[in-house]
């Protein structure tokens, strides 16, 4: 193929862009505009030109997805993962119907750095702090550099521990005694985080595990795994353990929330989903659910 070498005049630059020609002498003179001044005269490499209008024509795009995505109402969801969420949206939609929820399962700890990168209007998490006996709190201090620009709303409390093909698993000491093969979370999930403080607390090397380098993103994976044969162990929700027909046994109530920023929580979509939490619809569902405790749903928590 050719490649394009023609060189433009002012005039037929702007003819090109279908703009006036003092804009072209304008932008040409801002940097914005690919162009050379030759002896006192601009001059325009049409192949530059046409890459300049590509580049505009996708910001143009880009901005029109925004602004309807504003326009539909949509509420864009990241973090943990859990099967109450999944059922949530439609009950959410049936409620709201002119409302959008999309949500994507990327861990507690990721959720919170997207939603300070700005990808997302609600991050989900229940990661627990040991040494200060928190939720989120202390982990939302590391992530953002104005903690108090944030408001976290309380979605559930929920059972974790292990979901198992035995039912005599009560700690790592049992998953190697019995040679039990261990299906992990992924990295930066409040289920890898408790993962790692048992084995710490434990003193048990992740090496002595079988599985431990095997990672999955949701629970239903981790049951999935195991009702497959492909694992015999792994931490979960006592409801989706219920559900795959698995022994479980707890290990700890946690605390399951959401996180906003203050300036955008009495924005009409983050408003809409709150006041969804705190219907009757919702706490219906959690109401038939193992394992789930609605105590705080819908309330403002507060660092301890």
Same mark, same amino acid.
């Given at each position: ?14 003819d090109?862009?279908?703009i ?11 940097g914005?505009?690919?162009?050379t ?15 300049f209008l ?16 504003i ?16 059922m949530?949206?439609?009950l ?7 409302f959008t ?13 997207l939603l300070?990168?700005?990808?997302c ?7 627990f ?16 550099? !104005?903690?108090?620009?944030?408001v ?5 409390y ?18 190697i005694?019995?040679?039990l093969r261990?299906i992990?979370r992924q !990295?930066y999930?409040?289920?890898?985080t ?5 084995l ?11 599985g431990y380098?095997?990672?999955v993103?949701?629970h239903?994976?981790v049951t999935?795994?195991?009702v497959n ?18 022994c ?6 946690e ?7 203050k300036?955008t929580?009495?924005?009409? !979509?983050?408003q809409v ?5 705190r219907?009757e ?5 959690l109401n ?11 309330n403002?928590m507060?660092?301890?």
């Open positions: 193929m050719k490649e394009n070498t023609e060189l433009l005049t002012a005039k037929e630059a702007a090109f862009l279908k006036n020609e003092k804009k072209v002498y304008t932008l040409a003179q801002g914005k505009l690919p162009g001044k030759v002896t006192g005269k601009w001059i325009f490499p049409k192949a530059e030109l046409e890459t590509r580049r505009k024509a996708q910001e143009s795009v880009r901005k029109s997805f925004f602004e309807a995505m326009n539909k109402k949509v509420v864009l969801i990241c973090g943990s993962d859990d099967p109450i969420m999944y949530a949206q439609g959410f939609h049936k409620r709201h119907p002119e929820l999309f949500s994507s399962s990327v861990g507690s700890g990721e959720g919170l750095k300070k990168d700005g990808f209007h609600i991050a989900l998490s229940h990661l702090d040991h040494p200060t006996g928190d939720f989120n709190f202390p982990f939302i201090t590391t992530v953002f550099e !104005n903690p108090g620009s944030l976290v709303i309380n979605l559930f929920r059972n974790i521990g292990f979901a198992s093909t035995v039912d005599s698993v009560t700690s790592f000491h049992d998953i005694s019995q040679d261990f992990n !990295n999930s409040g289920i890898r408790l993962t790692d403080h048992l710490e607390t434990e003193k048990v090397d992740s090496k002595n595990i079988r380098e095997n990672e993103y949701t239903h994976d999935r795994h195991i044969g492909n694992a015999d162990v792994g931490i979960a929700a006592e409801s989706v353990a219920g559900y795959a027909g698995l479980f046994t707890k290990i700890f109530e605390r399951f929330d959401m996180v906003t920023y300036d929580f009495f924005d009409q !979509n983050i989903f709150v006041e969804f939490l219907s619809e919702f706490s219906a569902l038939t659910m193992t394992g789930y405790n609605s105590r705080d749903t819908g403002v507060y660092a301890k």
